[in-house]
């Protein structure tokens, strides 16, 4: 009977496989960004309407409190979400990734819609998962909190 000796080398190689297979699949697509710098965010945001397609906080979909709201973003840094004819102003900023103590923020887009319910929701710095014409997904830096969110061109 023969005996199999994990060697070092053997270890080695075969944590290194096992990770390369456990990485995510990230397929080459042009279109979708998640390096988001000020001017492609502006153009990305300021063409056209927007709804909140998806709201998840943890295992909670939140998506139907947004179901009347139609987001309009400025390249002042302004946005309006209009609900059944009631508008309500807010502000929003690109937020650059920095580099503090050998760690690397993502960049993030920073969202005021004030405090008054749902939109109380959506007032924080969210950061990027990607960005493209028709789409826009962001998730709260606070894994804890767990909340995703993603806008859609109406």
């Not at 979400?81 to 690109?94: D, F, R």
């Not at 503090?100 to 405090?115: F, R």
Request: glycine content about 6%; some cysteine; proline content about 4%.
């Amino acid at each position: 009977m023969k005996k199999f000796i994990i060697t070092p080398a053997t270890l080695l190689i075969g944590t290194m496989l096992f990770l390369t297979a456990c990485s995510k699949y990230s397929p080459t697509d042009t279109s979708t960004s998640t390096t988001v710098t000020p001017a492609t965010l502006t153009t990305a945001l300021t063409s056209g309407t927007w709804i909140l397609s998806s709201f998840v906080q943890r295992t909670e979909d939140k998506t139907s409190k947004f179901a009347d709201y139609v987001f309009v973003f400025a390249a002042n840094g302004t946005v309006t979400a209009t609900s059944k004819g009631v508008e309500t102003q807010g502000t929003w900023s690109y937020t650059p990734a920095v580099t503090y103590y050998g760690s690397t923020s993502k960049s993030a887009i920073a969202l005021n819609l004030g405090t008054s319910a749902p939109l109380d929701l959506l007032t924080k710095t969210w950061n990027f998962v990607s960005v493209n014409s028709t789409t826009l997904k962001v998730d709260s830096p606070e894994l804890a909190e767990g909340e995703h969110v993603q806008f859609s061109k109406k």
